[in-house]
């Protein structure tokens, strides 16, 4: 990429929605490859999703996704500002962040493309559930998680927020991306902009309300 550009995007359950001439399309960095978007997708967000942009073709670029202004502005990649966090590839070629939970630092892998944040089971096994949330996985389908209220310390922010628990299947896989079990959903960017570059190995979070 040779010149900046700028996309409005539309949110949907947590989900960030372009709107490209190929379709609708999910920016979803918890898939190495591009692909079109199972049936599924379509169904729980109710709206024709023409596709899923992977990792892929996130390579090259610095992404900003800001979602209090809805757009994603797409850079030439660039050397890692000041407060940025390391950004690795797991050997499936999805990103891996570092985060403090109750049980220490852990990897987690950042996916656009899950609106909660989920946490290993055995982290919340003695912790009392205050709901419950639908969530769904291509290739899995629908599925019902209880909610924890958990204190993660990512970069220089802490959050408390509801976390999930993944189903036992769903949890082997994502072992082979990440063994400690942890996702970082959209649901921490919801108030602040946030940057990365995958090639570049780096992302970054703006504080609150910048």
């Known amino acids: 990429m040779t010149e900046r550009t700028v996309e409005r995007f539309e949110d949907v359950k947590g989900h960030i929605i372009l709107r490209r001439e190929a379709g609708l399309a999910v920016l979803d960095t918890g898939t190495p490859f591009s692909l079109d978007a ?9 709206m024709d999703i023409a596709s899923l942009i992977g990792c892929d073709q996130l390579s090259g670029v610095a992404v900003e996704i800001d979602w209090k202004g809805k757009q994603v502005t ?3 990649s660039t050397a890692a500002p000041k407060g940025a966090m390391t950004l690795v590839k797991s050997g499936f070629g999805v990103p891996l962040l ?12 950042f996916d656009t493309g899950a ?17 419950t949330r639908e969530d769904f996985f291509p290739g899995l389908g629908e599925f019902e998680t209880k909610l924890y209220r958990v204190p993660i310390t990512v970069g220089a922010h802490e959050f408390t927020v509801d976390c999930g628990v993944l189903p036992p299947l769903l949890a082997m896989a994502l072992g082979l991306l990440c063994p400690s079990g942890y996702i970082v959903g ?8 946030t ?4 090639d570049g190995g780096w992302i970054h ?5 910048a």
Not at 186 to 193: A, C, E, G, K, P
Not at 195 to 198: A, N, P
């Open 195 to 198: 940057r990365f570059d995958l």
């Open 205 to 209: 979070f703006a504080a609150t309300g």
């Open 186 to 193: 959209t649901q921490l960017m919801s108030d602040r902009v």
């Open 74 to 76: 797409w850079s030439p």
């Open 38 to 46: 199972p049936e599924i997708v379509s169904e729980q967000l109710g």
């Open 115 to 131: 609106p909660l944040t989920y946490v290993p089971a055995d982290l919340v096994a003695r912790s009392r559930s205050h709901g």
């Open 98 to 109: 570092d985060l403090k939970g109750p049980a220490g630092t852990a990897q987690a892998v």
